[in-house]
C-alpha cells in the first residue's frame, strides 16, 4: 500500500487540472494508475510536450505543425541540443480528470454517500458526497483543490458560510492550510484533512488509510448528538423507511426495536413516550399497545374513541421524531375506514 503524494499535490498544483497523458503520468508518478481511468479529453491540444532524458531532466519541445498533418516536437534552446521527434495527434490531446468519478471513488474508500445535493461552490471547490451515519444526519464532504493558502482559506470561509457547520473539508495536501484556516476548523465542527494522509493506494484502487476510522470516529462523536431522556431517538441506519421497522412488545412496559438490521431492546422512557413525570407510560405508549393488539390497526372505535383522533395524531409524531422517518408511519385505508401501521407492530406473545 502506498501513499500517492505526487497524485495529490498534482491535482492541487496543476493549472486548470489540464496536461497530456504523458504529462499526467510524469507527474503523478504511482498515481498514474488512479487517474488513467478518469482522464477525459477537453477538446484542446498542447502546443508544447514533455520530453525527459538524463541530461536535461524535464523539460518541454515545441510543436512544429506541417502541411500533410504530421507534426515534429522541436527542442528549442541556445545552449543545449535534443534530437526532434514525431507526435502523434492523440499524444497531444490535453486531458482532464472526471471529477465526479474521482469523488465517487473517495466515496467508496472512505466509506462516505456519493450522492451529492449539487450545492453551488466556490470555483475549485467540489462537492464529494456526504457522511450519512444516522438518517437525518447528513454532513457535506467537500474538497478544495488550489495552489495557494490564501484561496483556500478563502474558499473554507466561503463554504462555512454558505453551508454552516458540521462539514468535511479535503484539501489535496496539508501544505496549504493556513494558521487562519486552523483557527476556524477548530473552533467549528469541521473535520479538515488532507487525501494524501486518508487514502492510500492498493491493488490500483483507492482505499482507506488506518487513521481514517479513528478521524471520522472522533467527528461523529462530536456532531451526531446523542440520545437523552429529554430528547430519545434511536440510531436509524441511513435511508430506513417505515417497511424496515418492526416493533415488538416484551410486556407493557418494554418493546424490542429493529430498524433495518439494528435492534435495541428498549423501555417506554427510552423511547421518550412517559407522561411529564416519567412514572408512567404516556396515552401515546398505551395507544401503540393497543393497536399492537388489534394487528397494527387503528380502529378509531376501539378503546376511547373520542380521543383516538388527537392520539394518532401524537403517535405518529412522536415515532416520527423517535426514528427520524419523515413521513406518517401509519397510512389510510379507504376500503375499511382504518389506518394502518406501515411497519410491523408485533403484540406480547405467549411462548
Ligand atoms: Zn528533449
Known sequence: ??????????????????????????????????????????????????????????????????????????????????????VERHERAIMT?????????????????????MLSLPHGVYEVGCYYPLEAFRFPVFLALMPATSRIEESLYAVAALYGDPFIFFTATPAFLSDRALTLISSRNILALALSDCLLVSEGRLTAAGSWNADILAFADKVVPK????????????????????????????VFVNAAGVSQRLSYTEMGMANRRESRPSKQWEFLYEIAENHGTIDFHMGNAKKNKSWKYELSSDLRGFFRINDDPFIYDESTGHWQAKFTLIPIQDD
Open 1 to 86: 500500500m502506498t501513499r500517492l503524494v505526487k497524485l495529490w499535490r498534482t491535482l492541487e498544483t496543476l493549472p486548470n487540472l489540464s496536461a497530456t497523458r504523458t504529462e499526467w503520468k510524469l507527474k503523478t508518478g504511482e498515481g498514474y494508475a488512479i487517474v488513467e481511468r478518469l482522464l477525459k479529453p477537453t477538446g484542446r491540444s498542447a502546443d508544447v510536450v514533455p520530453c525527459l532524458n538524463e541530461r536535461l531532466g524535464m523539460h518541454y519541445h515545441d510543436i512544429v505543425e506541417y502541411t500533410d498533418g504530421s507534426a515534429q516536437a522541436v527542442f528549442v534552446d541556445e545552449f543545449q541540443d535534443c534530437p526532434p521527434f514525431l
Open 97 to 117: 480528470p472526471d471529477m465526479s468519478s474521482l469523488c465517487r471513488q473517495i466515496c467508496l474508500a472512505l466509506g462516505l454517500d456519493p450522492r451529492t445535493q
Open 227 to 254: 440520545p437523552e431522556p429529554s430528547k430519545a431517538f434511536f440510531p436509524t441506519p441511513p435511508g430506513t423507511t417505515w417497511a424496515y421497522v418492526t416493533i415488538r412488545f416484551i410486556d407493557g412496559y418494554t
